[in-house]
């Protein structure tokens, strides 16, 4: 079975604090996604990565950075947390293999 | 880009009933998955079908690449198929990223 880990179920972190998820997939993809939904608006790409150390912005990248060190594993990165960062955070993994893309269990983040 | 609808937005079901789920896309599609998201919100793979129909179990899925649409049906549903149901597309030349419908919330009622 394709495993895509993420680091926290929940998160609560303060405005204007630098904040990580990760996200380990265990298939040797090559591609890795970071998704947030939020009500009304549904799933917005906000980074992907189709290889180590490349990325590619998405539709929604602003207050946000990636890194991808190491193929099985993809971190995203607020800079700087604010309020309207608030949200379910997905990250998921695709390549050769089983087909389609595998998602994480999710992080709900709150930015208090 | 490429443009996902998904309806019914919205859909009330008394156990055992059946129904369609439908999913159109406005351009040409490498791939298409159907998810299932379950109450801690994880998405949960139910096809890979970029073509053709499928089956697993009391669910089933088709898709007409031609012409621009999928559908999910549920036979005898059950409570636990509630959640949120979503299409997401694929283009190779997108750089295989994945563009989502806006779901349909499906509620069964026992």
């Known amino acids: 079975d394709v495993k895509v880990t993420q680091s926290s179920r929940y998160l609560v972190k303060r405005t204007g604090e630098k904040v990580f998820l990760e996200c380990v997939q265990d298939?040797?993809?090559?591609?890795m996604f970071w998704y947030r939904q939020d009500p009304g608006l549904g799933l917005r790409l906000i980074y992907f990565?189709?290889?180590?150390?490349?990325?590619e912005k998405g539709d929604i990248p602003e207050g946000y950075s990636v890194s991808r060190e190491k193929k099985e594993r993809f971190s995203l990165i607020l800079e700087s947390a604010s309020t309207n960062q608030t949200s379910m955070y997905l990250c998921?993994?695709?390549?050769?293999?089983?087909?389609?893309?595998?998602f994480g269990q999710g992080t709900r983040l709150t930015v208090v | 880009g490429i443009q996902v609808e998904q309806s019914p937005p919205d859909l009330i079901l008394q156990e055992g009933a059946n129904s369609t789920l439908r999913c159109n896309f406005s351009?040409?599609?490498?791939?298409l998955q159907w998810f299932h998201q379950n109450p801690w919100g994880q998405l949960i793979n139910l096809f890979y079908i970029p073509s053709g129909t499928k089956q697993n179990g009391r669910l089933s899925a088709t898709t007409v690449a031609t012409e621009r649409y999928s559908l999910l049906y549920i036979s005898s549903s059950q409570t636990t198929d509630s959640g949120v149901y979503f299409c997401?597309?694929?283009?190779?030349?997108?750089?295989?990223?994945?563009?989502f419908g806006g779901g349909t919330r499906v509620l069964v009622k026992p």
């Open positions: 997401a597309v694929e283009r190779r030349a997108a750089g295989n990223k994945l563009t």
């Open positions: 351009d040409s599609v490498n791939n």
């Open positions: 998921a993994s695709s390549g050769a293999g089983i087909p389609g893309a595998f």
């Open positions: 298939m040797d993809h090559e591609n």
């Open positions: 990565s189709y290889d180590v150390k490349m990325k």
